[in-house]
């Protein structure tokens, strides 16, 4: 089974830079091919797709609001991966939340795909 968990979140002001970070740990990784994706969830509202990285990496998928802003990424060793946030705005706060789901697992901005989650961390942009 994996773990998975968030660090980065903090307060920052529109216009301002974050990195999150996702470490998995538990399951053998070769054994256990995981695409990662971030979602996020703002008070009263559902939780939506962010971001999604293949297991190679090579292939990177994003939601519209925040295409050119954020860059989804993971180490060499696939074993964490990161979310570049760039241009903050107040409306990019909530709660962010790092996902895995098998690499042949389709609908990556589905929640239903992802089977392993963290716990969260929560991200505050100040106007």
């Known amino acids: 089974q994996v773990q998975l968990v968030e660090s980065g979140g903090g307060l920052v002001q529109a216009g301002g830079s974050l990195t999150l970070s996702c470490a998995a740990s538990g399951r053998t990784f070769s054994n256990y091919a995981m695409a990662m994706g971030w979602f996020r969830q703002a008070p009263g509202k559902e939780r939506e797709f962010v971001a999604t990285i293949s297991w190679s990496g090579s292939s990177t998928y994003y939601s519209n609001s925040v295409k050119g802003r954020f860059t989804i990424s993971r180490d060499s060793g696939k074993s964490t991966a990161y979310l570049l946030m760039d241009s903050l705005k107040p409306e990019d706060t909530a709660v962010y939340f790092c996902?895995?789901?098998?690499?042949?697992?389709?609908?990556?901005?589905?929640?239903?795909?992802?089977?392993?989650w963290g716990q969260g961390t929560q991200v505050t942009v100040s106007s």
């Open positions: 996902a895995a789901r098998s690499a042949t697992t389709s609908g990556y901005s589905n929640v239903r795909s992802y089977d392993t």
